[in-house]
């Protein structure tokens, strides 16, 4: 238990619930890495964590004038952070009948060619971050589209709403339709001026994002490596081995790499902060890599059902130390929800033998994400000093939801089968850095805009 901070000039607010987060990672530290308090509270000064333990205990020793929110009933879990999500992709989530590569010129192409009008990226980003938000989704990492106007769109939406966002103007000069391509010098310079504006402004971060090596040119890969270098501080983001005829692709292409993923470290694009949606088709080899250079998966279940794609396996990812955490992959996902993204990721797994426990799931949009980011020292959990941003879930959101949580024996039932049976309805309120941004009203059902 960590008492709260002696008082100073800051607010203080307490938030009083169920509250639940991991101070570990439960495959490693087992149940020492959960840290749960049935009737607890969470104290925040300034919009961060100062302390955390048994309610009854901590409410006599608040200052004179602290704000204390009654959210019993509840569970109170970390903000939720999606590893890897496309903001312009919102418009043809859910689109028919396709796999990958015809998917993409079929459906996210056409969807992304229409953010040449800066005022659909704004009314696009407005709604994808408050659709985050209403989902208990307070951290991101984005693909924006071609259109650095689409940069400029998702980056001034979360910072009006204060979340903590990290997005990149997608790079793409090769094998892709003409009217979207970048360029190979003109994408990078485009890329490193909004990196210049927006990298480390408030709670935002910059990714270099080439969609992946299908589309981009050697020498955009390379100049992308190099940006990356000249910026180690910053994300790198894209995707690798994803679908067999992508990865087949890539083969035929660079014959001279021993895998696809050999073809990112050749480009200096493998490294720590780099980010890799899905990983499906790699083997040890890669893995090994991954751990040695720091990089990490975004594994995307729903969107890896959705486009058929293949079966990640997280225990291999496991046993080579890689850092993974989870990743919506809206539009290939199905729901921009973590909780329901976490439902398919326990049902890939079942089908690898691996079923994935309530702890690790929590972790993987929890703490695991936050470390998968390098934003471990900043959100993830509630240890002292982290960013308040956290998420209050209703067990019984539903009338299913409310009878089968409430014959659960303990916590690790509960939480699981909330897992399973949540969607957006059970998200009762999202907080950032301790000030509500959305909250659910019961009349409506509906969230209200928290500031
Ligand atoms: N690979 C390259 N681009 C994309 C994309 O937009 N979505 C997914 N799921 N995979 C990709
Ligand atoms: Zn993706």
Known sequence: MTPPAATGAGRVAAFRGSVLHCLDDPA????????????????????????????????????????????????????????????????????????????????????ERRFDDPAHAADTAAFFVDELLRNGTTTAL???????ASVDAI???????????????????????EDLRDGADAGIGESRELLRRWHGRGRLGYAVTPRFAV??????????????????????????????????????????CRSYLDVYERFGLLRRKSVFAHCLHIDDKDRAALAR?????????????????????????????????????????TSLNMLATLADGYKV??????????????????????RALYLDDRIGNFESGREADFVVLDPAAT????????????????????LMLADDRAVAATYLMARPASVRTAAAGAPAAGR
């Open 349 to 370: 797994l079942q089908l690898h033998g691996q079923p994935l426990s309530a702890w690790r799931a929590l972790y993987l949009a929890t703490l695991g994400a936050a």
């Open 155 to 177: 980056f001034s939406a979360a910072e009006r709403r204060g979340m903590r966002l990290v997005a990149g103007k997608v790079l793409m000069d090769h094998a892709c339709p």
């Open 142 to 148: 984005v693909f924006a589209t071609v259109h650095p």
């Open 215 to 256: 589309t981009s040119s050697e020498r955009q890969l390379q100049a992308a490596g190099q940006l990356a270098q000249e910026f180690p501080d910053v994300h790198v983001h894209t995707h690798l081995a994803e679908n067999r005829a992508e990865v087949e692709r890539i083969g035929e292409r660079f014959p001279e």
């Open 399 to 418: 009338p299913l939801l409310a009878r089968r949580t409430a014959r659960a024996a303990d916590i690790a039932e509960r939480l699981f089968a909330l």
């Open 293 to 333: 250079h720091g990089g990490a998966i975004a594994f995307c279940p729903s969107s890896n059902l959705f486009l058929g794609s293949g079966l990640f396996d997280l225990a291999a990812a496991e046993a080579h130390g890689v850092r993974v955490g989870a990743g919506s992959d809206v539009g290939g996902g």
């Open 28 to 111: 490693a530290a087992g149940d020492a890495a959960i840290e749960y308090l049935d009737d607890g509270l969470l104290v925040c000064e300034d919009g961060h964590v100062t302390g955390l333990g048994p309610a009854p205990e901590l409410l006599a020793r608040l200052p004179g004038g602290a704000q204390v929110t009654d959210h019993r009933g509840k569970l109170i879990v970390p903000g939720l952070v999606d590893c890897h999500v496309h903001f312009p992709q919102v418009d043809m989530i859910a689109s028919y009948g396709e796999q990958l590569l015809e998917w993409l010129e079929k459906y996210a192409f056409p969807a």
